[in-house]
């Protein structure tokens, strides 16, 4: 049996990048999979396509994640049409660095909203739904400069050591109840955001890392896989750091 046969995953901003790796990993593992980005555009009906060509039931919603209201009815509707939520991976994130001196009040609220305040959304949403199952996994994306911070990324390193505080949190509250959250802390990772640095930028940080490579979203998806499944159930509470011995 497949490890996450007869769930459902809700997966945010999972278009493209480590969030389409992650709903990938998790439809070739047997989950069904409803994913929010902000709008359904092209590139999110093609990961559609390519998840429901593995054989599970797939939805694509366009929702903002940072809105309170709209991440409620999100979730309503992913309810009625799957019948119950199993896993939610809160990866929706942004960055919009510069040296805080510089840095607008606007790039400040934007990446907060974004990046912490829709996983507080979708986990307020969510957990009435897995209270009610007496079951879950909630995994929040953080990052290294979550834990380690990082000079002209103030506002995202902040949202990400919130996400790391708010699994912790949400352990505590929720763990008597058959919920589980973690975080997982990516370090430097090849997607299409970092693959538009120069080589000589990615081989500077290719030797800050011990194994002397940048990730790939498929190293951070088998990760969240193993924290989804039952293969975790003793595991709530932890960050994990997926980064090649970047941060230790």
């Known amino acids: 049996m497949k490890l996450l046969q007869g ?7 999972a278009a493209r990048g480590i969030g389409k790796a992650i ?6 593992e047997g989950a069904d999979i409803a994913f929010t980005d902000l709008a359904i555009d092209d590139n999110a009906k093609a990961t559609e396509a390519e998840i429901a060509a593995l054989g599970v039931k797939v939805k694509g919603y366009a929702s903002n994640a940072a809105n309170f209201e709209d991440t409620h009815n999100v979730v309503t509707e992913i309810v009625k049409d799957f019948g119950r939520i199993d896993i939610l991976v809160n990866n929706a994130g942004i960055t919009r660095d510069g040296l805080m001196m510089r840095m ?17 959304n979708f986990i307020h949403a969510v957990s009435p739904v897995m209270m009610k199952q007496k079951s879950g996994s909630i995994i929040n994306m ?7 911070g990082n000079a002209g990324q103030c506002n995202y390193s902040a949202s990400k050591a919130g996400m790391i505080g708010l699994a912790k949190s949400i352990a505590k509250e929720l763990g008597s109840r058959g919920i589980r959250a973690n975080c997982i802390a990516p370090g430097f990772i090849i997607t299409d955001m970092t693959g538009a640095l120069s080589d000589e930028v990615k081989e500077a940080w290719a030797k800050q890392i011990p194994l002397r490579r940048g990730g790939t979203p498929e190293d951070v998806a088998n990760v969240c896989t193993f924290l989804a499944s039952d293969h975790s159930s003793y595991v709530t509470g932890q960050g994990i750091h997926c980064c090649g011995g970047m941060n230790m």
């Open 23 to 28: 709903a990938i990993k998790f439809a070739n």
């Open 7 to 13: 769930k459902v995953a809700v997966i945010t901003g």
């Open 104 to 120: 607008s009040e606007a790039q400040w609220d934007m990446v907060i909203n974004v990046n912490l305040k829709s996983a507080f």
């Open 142 to 148: 953080s990052s290294v400069v979550g834990v380690s």
